[in-house]
DNA sequence: CGTTTACTTGAGGTTAGTCAAAGAGCGTGG
DNA sequence: CCACGCTCTTTGACTAACCTCAAGTAAACG
């Protein structure tokens, strides 16, 4: 199937950001994909409680880790864009103690677990690759876990934006200071713990101080020194070392 | 050195809840223990921005991960107790993007990350389990972006006192409903993400309701089912199975 | 026994939540 | 093309959770 070919080219152009991969790694990567399947917007491609015996690479659209409290509200707690193993975990822990909704269409990769075991056991440095994107991943966590505790409603925004600016770079998903981010802001409150009133607000912060422009689905970074500023943003924790120093020195 | 040869005892025992370890990887993970050192209170055991060469497993004691903030206050995004590869990931994630204090005085063994690499090489189910430790390590704090985005002060503190309470028991550190927590408020508040004031009182609501006692550093969980009720705490992500039978079934 | 550190309490202010409703954008069908 | 309904965004008024400042008490330690 020709789709599949490339399927994993969103998710090795992330690996090489931390570490050369060799072309037979990325074949090795390319094989491990049983299956190419497209899912809708807002339904569950992970479900909290079950035991997958495969992991999903999000090849296309956005993605959200949520987990639901106990009064019903959702707490969304990562964001996820194509290139990312969204519960490449999943593989050594289970059942899932989250889910993962689609926030829009999105196409997803099937590296059945089985596949994971064989390069665990055949390819140590790809293993080793594989590992440090889940650690990454739980570096974002505590990032977040950061912001939740500690920065105001605006400051926060500003944090998920500048994450987000970066890693979509990454994948080469970025028009200028311009990307995508389909994002109501009731799921937006749903990431910052804030009110939808409250979320609203916040946003009219960051436009007014003229730090981005939202419109539609559409999020352009105007001021990147000012935004980093307001978030106490500092992006080593996302791995990134090229789009760092671009990062850096634009204005 | 004799005591060497039983340090990674309390991670062997975390570890056989996740998963059976054959004796020959019980031996692999000993022989990768090349020092053990001594850890002061207050001090850093590992220290943002650097580069380590090793990582640290903690023998005894507690330590806390922590982030600092732009306005110089402290965040702590999880504790520390034996047993744990506090800093694992730095063998993927390098340099260090938070620190790791002492809470007490502890006991540490160093694991260069030559002998992870090599572990990586030549043992490919210890290596899994290694990874999903760290995995577990991320849902913790995907946890605790939860509480401290969705949960309020009190319950809160009924969910970390309720997490602590697990970790212990599996590494044995419980007396009964009694375990150590040598926590001052001031540190409490800053894992908790409240003001000192804020968290004394918290702290008196869980009192005042009968749920816990907390002398010195003593904590004493009276009533385990109201207290898991309070902090709406689902143990899966801890990924303790043992333990959850018998904490359900506790009264 | 005095000093330090940790804990506790009170009063008033700030951030964010809730409730309620009004506007804006968009698709659908008459 | 317009009217309607739907969803999303925005605003206002009031409330709750939590913060800061300030001071006082208790326990730990030399």
Redo the contacts between chains.
């Keep these: 199937m020709a789709s599949i070919t490339s399927a994993t080219q969103p998710l090795a152009a992330k690996l090489r950001e931390y570490e050369a991969l060799s072309r037979e790694e990325e074949q090795v990567l390319e094989s491990a994909v049983s299956a190419i399947r497209d899912i809708d917007i807002n339904q569950d491609m992970v479900v909290e409680g079950e035991s997958p015996d495969h992991s999903t690479l999000l090849l296309s659209g956005y993605a959200a880790?949520y987990?639901m409290?106990?009064d019903g509200?959702r707490?969304i707690?990562a964001v996820h864009i194509s290139g990312d193993f969204v519960d490449l975990?999943s593989f050594?822990?289970r059942?899932m103690?989250?889910s993962i909704v689609a926030l829009t269409p999105c196409r997803i990769a099937v590296v059945p677990h089985t596949a994971l075991?064989r390069i665990?056991?055949t390819q140590?440095h790809l293993?080793?690759i594989l590992?440090?994107s889940?650690?990454?991943?739980?570096?974002i966590?505590?990032?977040?876990?950061?912001a939740?505790?500690?920065?105001q409603g605006h400051q926060q925004l500003a944090h998920l934006i500048c994450e987000l600016y970066l890693r979509l770079k990454q994948v080469d998903l970025t028009d200028g200071w311009t990307f995508q981010l389909p994002l109501t802001q009731t799921l937006l409150s749903e990431a910052?713990?804030l009110s939808t009133v409250h979320t609203n607000r916040v946003v009219q912060v960051l436009r007014k101080e003229n730090v981005i422009r939202w419109e539609r689905d559409q999020i352009t970074i105007l001021d990147w020194d000012r935004l980093v500023e307001i978030a106490?943003f500092?992006p080593?924790?996302l791995?990134a070392p090229r789009l760092l120093q671009e990062g850096q020195s634009a204005a």
């Design positions: 880790r987990n409290t106990a509200r707490q707690t975990h050594l822990m059942p103690d989250h075991t665990t056991e140590p293993t080793r590992w440090l889940t650690v990454i991943d739980g570096g966590h505590r990032k977040w876990a950061v939740l505790g500690s920065l910052l713990a106490e500092d080593i924790y791995r």
